[in-house]
């Protein structure tokens, strides 16, 4: 039976070592670390996503401003405020609410962000810098995963790891951190044609598609490590993984929870990255 890897317990403890590097900075540099939230339009997850980062910025001693836009906000006025936001000393990080109302393009927008305010790990310089290898701001569910895989001792060195999902939010990024920990690493997607036979062979299984119960139960390997980033509602209002949970615990080593698992880890690396570019901006 697998144990829980429990994600709102490890997200406290990344948000409690943020908040006491937060005061060192202010103590420091007379500011608390500045994170700045773009909401355009009113789209209700959305909303409750920007709370959210709003009250945990708070928390973690983050001086968190949420700037609220009508929907029909023009590209040319939303590029304005990222560009003073940008050049805002006091701002350290800018995060931009995805998904962005249809007649705005998400990528010109995140093009236009500072690199090093790029606090998401979005912009194609810090995606440039992860696939060379280097120092950056990374995506934060991404390393939200990497996090619970040091929590519970799994060092993927070695090890077959198969990431489901391709996305530059998650997927691709997610591969180049397992490799960057030398595993060896296979990428499933749409047009993969033998998905159970490459689940059964993996030690690591990161589900990131969006789908329910895609990964079923008896195709992970004995004693594997399963990350479920997927988050899925059910017609009941309930909310599921990629994973069948009740199948997957009983041969996985480690699994994580949907919901309670990675999602609660998102928000605390948001608040590490922010603290992390404050650091980087005054070096
Ligand atoms: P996305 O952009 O829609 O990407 C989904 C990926 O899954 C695509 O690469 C797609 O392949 C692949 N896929 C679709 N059907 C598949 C199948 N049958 N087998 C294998 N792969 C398949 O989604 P995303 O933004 O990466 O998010 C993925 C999931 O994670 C969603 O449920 C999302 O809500 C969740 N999520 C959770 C968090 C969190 O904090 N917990 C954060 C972000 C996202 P193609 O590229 O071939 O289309």
Redesign the pocket.
């Known amino acids: 039976m697998a144990e829980l890897i429990d994600g709102k317990a490890l997200a406290k403890e990344v948000r409690a070592e943020v908040k006491a590097r937060a005061e060192a900075f202010r103590a420091t540099h007379n500011r608390a670390p500045g994170l700045d939230v773009v909401l355009v339009g009113e789209d209700p997850a959305s909303q409750v996503y920007v709370r959210n980062k709003e009250r945990a910025a708070a928390k973690a001693g983050i001086e968190g401003r949420v700037h609220r836009l009508p929907a029909e906000t023009t590209e040319a006025d939303l590029l304005t405020l990222i560009f003073e936001l940008n050049g805002d000393d006091h701002i350290d990080g800018i995060l931009v609410q995805l998904p962005l109302p249809d007649h705005l393009h998400d990528q010109t927008i995140i093009d236009a962000i500072d690199p090093a305010k790029d606090v998401d790990g979005l912009h194609p310089f810090n995606a440039g810098l992860l696939v060379v290898g280097r120092k950056g701001l990374r995506p934060c ?1 991404p390393s939200g995963c990497m996090r619970m895989l040091e929590h519970v001792a799994c060092d993927p060195k070695g090890k077959r790891a198969l990431v ?4 530059t ?3 691709k990024p997610i591969a180049l951190m397992l490799l960057e920990k030398h595993a060896t690493v296979t990428i ?5 044609i033998d ?1 159970a036979d490459r689940v059964r062979e993996s030690d690591i299984v990161i589900a ?4 329910a119960n ?1 990964v079923k139960g008896d195709w992970i390997k004995e004693g594997a490590v399963v990350i479920d ?4 509602r059910l017609d009941d209002g309930s909310l599921t993984g ?1 994973v069948d949970f009740a199948g997957a615990k009983e041969r996985a080593s480690h699994i994580t929870p949907v919901p309670g698992g ?2 609660p880890m ?1 928000i605390a690396m948001l608040l590490s990255n922010t603290v992390d570019a404050a650091q980087a901006r005054i070096l």
């Open positions: 569910t489901l999902g391709r996305s939010l998650v997927g499933a997607h749409s047009r993969t998905l990131a598609v969006g789908r895609l980033v997927g988050i899925n990629d990675v999602g998102t």
